[in-house]
């Protein structure tokens, strides 16, 4: 009877005592190295947005590229002096933005492509707006800086 009890025991405990030794040595999955110049545009791009939250028109002259195209999530498509010109004057007032699931993936050292989620706290001629939506952004390397050409935001339906 003794004899009976140890081997249901000791078959009843092999099996995770295996497990917890095949799960200590088994190696850890490590995130994905992130390179240089993916932590220099993940940087700029977040630059951008504080710089909208400030309305540093200086500060986004320098990052925007002169042939920029930037589609708002109404679908109205800006140049670069049209989306400064909106900030410089007040027409839009970016009051926040909160960027989450932020990916950047990178081409040949020479452009970037950096996709994720934003929540937005926008005052549009005078009307205070709140929405939550996704962002591309294209940023390219020229003379030595990166540069955002071309962004694009889709807004997120409530619910």
């Keep these: 009877m003794r004899w009976s009890r140890f081997l249901v025991s000791f078959f009843l405990v092999l099996p995770a005592a295996l497990a917890g030794v095949q799960g200590a040595s088994a190696p850890r999955a490590e995130a994905p190295a992130v390179s240089p110049v993916e932590n220099e545009v ?34 109205d ?26 990916h ?10 950096v996709t994720g989620r934003i ?5 549009f001629r005078g009307t205070d707006i709140a929405f939550d939506a996704r962002y591309t952004a294209v940023y ?11 962004s694009q935001s889709t807004r997120i339906p409530a619910g």
Excluded: C
């Excluded at 200086?58 to 999530?73: F, V």
């Excluded at 400064?84 to 007032?93: E, F, K, R, Y």
């Excluded at 929540?119 to 005052?123: A, E, M, P, S, W």
């Design 42 to 75: 993940r940087a700029l791009d977040s630059r951008r947005f504080e710089a909208m939250i400030r309305g540093d028109v200086g500060q986004l002259d320098r990052i925007l590229g002169a042939d920029l195209t930037y589609t708002h999530t109404s679908g």
């Design 77 to 102: 498509l800006e140049t670069k002096k049209q989306f400064l010109d909106a900030i410089s004057t007040g027409q839009v007032q970016y009051l926040s933005i909160i960027p989450s699931d932020v």
């Design 104 to 113: 950047v993936r990178v081409f040949n050292a020479a452009a970037a492509v």
């Design 119 to 123: 929540g937005l706290k926008v005052k």
């Design 140 to 150: 390219v390397l020229r003379d030595a800086r990166w540069q955002l050409v071309a």
